[in-house]
């Protein structure tokens, strides 16, 4: 397993000034955000200019990506178009794993099955794998759910974000059914009534998940995912967690 960042922790920065911030905490790996609503890579801006997206992702300090997480706010055929513009940038820039939301509360069960499957045809034509994000108030933040949805789209994963079972409204469920669906894994601290804390003082068992993570054989990025919160020095929250991960490997 390698210790990354997302380039989300810096969510207000360019996608430049967020990568020099990481590279200066001596991380090696990113996760790189391309959130239509973010400061950094927009789904739409890549669908319109794709060499350029290329160029622009793969300027990286050297640092290597392990994953994109990906965020589309068009709809119908555009939000399709998009996404598998996203694809060709993972190919050209050599990253295997794209990260999506699920379905929001609501969304009829067999209308995300058929969305998900689509989106894993086109991100399979490219050599790329989807990993649905855990999140809450969605339907991934119940993990019976995400269970069934990766059994029924075949070849589908998941984003583990173990703070949305500590903190969310099926708290305390087992994630173990989970770990053979994993594709990429975000962190952070979460206490049960707080999604994120800061680093020491929350309830995640890193040990025990990357040890349930081991036994499943998960080889690839254990993701630093921490926003910045009032009153906390950012840089230090990141740092800690960076060699917290790093003592436990």
């Known amino acids: 397993m390698i210790v990354a960042a997302s380039t989300e922790c810096y969510r207000d920065l360019s996608l430049t000034d967020a990568i020099s911030k990481l590279s200066d905490l001596e991380y090696t790996t990113l996760e790189i955000t391309v959130h239509e609503s973010g400061n950094q890579v927009k789904p739409s801006e890549?669908?319109?200019?794709?060499?350029?997206?290329?160029?622009?992702?793969?300027?990286?300090?050297?640092?290597n990506i392990a994953a994109y997480s990906v965020e589309i706010d068009a709809e119908g055929e555009d939000y399709y178009r998009q996404f598998a513009a996203v694809c060709?940038?993972?190919?050209?820039?050599?990253?295997?794993?794209?990260?999506?939301?699920?379905?929001?509360?609501?969304?009829?069960?067999?209308e995300e099955v058929e969305r998900?499957?689509?989106?894993?045809?086109?991100?399979?034509?490219?050599?790329?794998?989807?990993g649905m994000r855990s999140q809450v108030g969605r339907l991934s933040e119940d993990p019976d759910t995400v269970a069934v949805l990766c059994d029924n789209v075949k070849g589908l994963g998941i984003t583990l974000d173990p703070s949305h079972y500590i903190f969310g409204p099926h708290q305390g469920k087992s994630i173990d059914k989970l770990m053979k669906y994993v594709?990429?894994?975000?962190?952070?601290?979460?206490k049960k009534d707080q999604l994120q804390v800061r680093v020491g003082q929350g309830e995640v068992d890193?040990?025990?998940?990357?040890?349930?993570?081991?036994?499943?054989?998960?080889?690839?990025?254990?993701?630093?995912?921490?926003?910045?919160?009032?009153?906390?020095?950012?840089?230090?929250?990141?740092?800690?967690?960076?060699?917290l991960l790093d003592s436990l490997l």
């Open 46 to 63: 890549v669908a319109a200019d794709l060499e350029k997206a290329i160029a622009l992702c793969r300027d990286t300090h050297r640092l």
């Open 88 to 110: 060709q940038l993972a190919k050209s820039t050599k990253v295997v794993t794209l990260t999506i939301p699920s379905g929001e509360h609501g969304t009829p069960f067999n």
């Open 116 to 130: 998900l499957r689509k989106l894993v045809a086109l991100a399979e034509l490219q050599g790329v794998r989807v």
């Open 183 to 190: 594709y990429h894994v975000l962190l952070r601290d979460t």
């Open 206 to 243: 890193y040990g025990k998940l990357i040890s349930q993570l081991s036994r499943v054989n998960y080889n690839r990025a254990l993701c630093v995912h921490i926003t910045e919160m009032p009153d906390v020095d950012h840089m230090v929250e990141l740092r800690k967690m960076r060699l």
